[in-house]
C-alpha cells in the first residue's frame, strides 16, 4: 500500500542522526526550554529570514499564542476563511473572538476581494485582526491582503502551519505578517516525533510578549506579570526538528519532484490540478485534485493499494461547532463548491519515482474505465 502521507519517513532518512541528537538531551539531564530549544530558534529563524522564532507546544497554541500577544481578544472579530483546518478557528474561539469567515479562490487560498467585501459590509462588525492561511503548501497574494491590511489597520496572522519553506517573490511565508504561526505535527513538511509548533515575528515587542505568554506570563520566574499558559516545546522535539531542519529544503525538492511527475501524468485529463503561479514557491504540502466521482475514485485507487486523503471534507462553517449564520456574512460559494471534490493524492519525501507512477498508473486506469467527466 502507497501511504498518502509518511511521516515516519523523515526518521528513517535520518535516524542514526536523530537517535544521537535524542540521546544528547536525555544524557544532558534538561528537558525543558533548553540549550536545544534556544538553538532551534535561532536555526529556524536564519532559515525563515525573521528576527524571532518562538517554540511552543503546537501549531493551534501558536495561533491563540500570536493572537493574544497582538492584543486581540474578547469581543474582537477576527477574519479568516473557513477552508482551512479547525486549529485555526478553535484558536480565534480561544481567545474569546469571534471568526468571521472570507471566501477562496480557485487556488484555495483567502480571497483578497472576498475580504474586501467583509470590511467594506456595513452590517458586520469590523475585524481588528485577519488570519491568512497558506494552503497545502502554496502562500496566499501577500501584496494584496497586506494593502488591503493596512488601510483597515488590521493585525495579520499568517497561518503556516502547511507552508515550511514556501515563498512569494522570494521571501519565505511567516515573513509577511505581524506574525507567522508553525505546526511541527508530525505530518508537516517539517515535522517532530509529537506536537509542536512556534511562532516568528519581526518585532522585539511581540517576541518578548509571547515569550511571557507560553510560560505563564513570566517575566522573571514565578512572577506573571500577566495570565499567561503552558505552552513550551521540549528539548528532545527540538533536537529532532533542529536534524530534520539541515534537510527541509532537499525534502521539499522531492515533493515537487513528485508534483511535477503527477502534473505531467494527469495533465490531459479530466482532473482538476492545483493552480500554479509564476513568482510563487509551493512545497506541496499535499498535492490536491478535484473530480466529479471522488468518493468513487478513492475507493477505486485504494483497491489498487493507493491511500487518498480529503483535506477537509467540511469546511468550518458546516461543521457543528462553529456553524452560526453571523459567521458567514458573505456567500462562501467557492469553498462550498469544491468541498465535494477535492482528494489529496500521496505526497512525502521518502516517496519514490516509481511510486509515483504506481500512483499515476492506478489513476490512469480508472479514468480509462470511464465514469469520470469534468468538472
Not at 10 to 28: M, T
Not at 93 to 118: H, K, N, Q
Not at 164 to 172: C, R
Not at 341 to 368: H, N, Q, R, W
Amino acid at each position: 500500500m502507497i501511504p498518502q502521507c509518511n511521516p515516519l519517513a523523515g526518521y528513517v532518512a535520518h535516524k542514526k542522526e536523530i537517535n544521537s541528537a535524542i540521546s544528547r538531551v536525555l544524557e544532558s539531564g534538561w528537558y525543558i526550554l533548553g540549550k536545544e530549544v534556544e538553538a532551534f530558534e535561532r536555526e529556524f529563524s536564519d532559515w525563515l529570514g525573521v528576527t524571532h522564532s518562538i517554540a511552543v507546544a503546537s501549531g493551534t497554541d501558536a495561533i491563540e499564542l500570536a493572537l493574544r500577544a497582538c492584543g486581540i481578544g474578547q469581543g474582537d472579530v477576527v477574519a479568516t476563511v473557513s477552508h482551512t483546518a479547525v486549529a485555526t478557528v478553535s484558536a480565534i474561539s480561544r481567545v474569546g473572538a469571534t471568526p468571521v469567515f472570507a471566501d477562496i479562490g480557485e487556488d484555495y487560498l483567502m480571497s483578497p476581494s472576498s475580504l474586501l467585501e467583509i470590511l467594506e459590509d456595513k452590517y458586520t462588525p469590523k475585524p481588528k485582526a485577519i488570519i491568512v492561511v497558506h494552503l497545502y503548501g502554496a502562500m496566499a497574494e501577500m501584496p494584496i491582503i497586506l494593502k488591503i491590511a493596512r488601510d483597515y489597520n488590521l493585525v495579520v496572522v499568517e497561518d503556516c502551519a502547511q507552508a515550511h519553506g514556501a515563498s512569494l517573490l522570494g521571501k519565505k511565508s511567516g515573513g509577511w505578517g505581524d506574525v507567522g504561526c508553525f505546526s511541527f505535527y508530525p505530518t508537516k513538511n517539517l515535522g517532530a516525533l509529537g506536537d509542536g509548533g512556534a511562532v516568528v515575528t519581526q518585532s522585539d515587542e511581540i517576541a518578548c510578549r509571547l515569550r511571557m505568554l507560553r510560560q505563564y506570563g513570566w517575566r522573571k520566574r514565578y512572577i506573571s506579570d500577566e495570565v499567561g499558559v503552558n505552552s513550551r516545546l521540549d528539548e528532545l522535539q527540538a533536537a529532532v526538528l533542529r536534524v530534520k531542519l539541515k534537510y527541509l529544503d532537499t525534502d521539499n525538492e522531492k515533493r515537487h519532484i513528485i508534483a511535477a511527475l503527477y502534473r505531467k501524468g494527469l495533465k490531459d485529463t479530466p482532473l482538476v490540478l492545483p493552480k500554479a503561479y509564476s513568482g510563487s514557491g509551493h512545497v506541496y504540502h499535499q498535492f490536491v485534485i478535484q473530480s466529479n466521482v471522488r468518493d468513487a475514485l478513492a475507493k477505486k485507487l485504494k483497491t489498487a493499494g493507493v491511500e487518498t486523503a480529503i483535506h477537509y471534507p467540511a469546511a468550518i462553517h458546516q461543521q457543528p461547532a462553529y456553524s452560526r449564520k453571523s459567521y458567514c456574512p458573505i456567500a462562501l460559494s467557492i469553498t462550498e463548491k469544491i468541498i465535494p471534490y477535492i482528494l489529496s493524492l500521496p505526497i512525502f519525501p521518502g516517496m519514490t519515482d516509481l511510486e509515483a507512477e504506481k500512483v499515476l498508473d492506478a489513476i490512469l486506469d480508472v479514468l480509462s474505465g470511464g465514469g469520470i467527466s469534468e468538472i
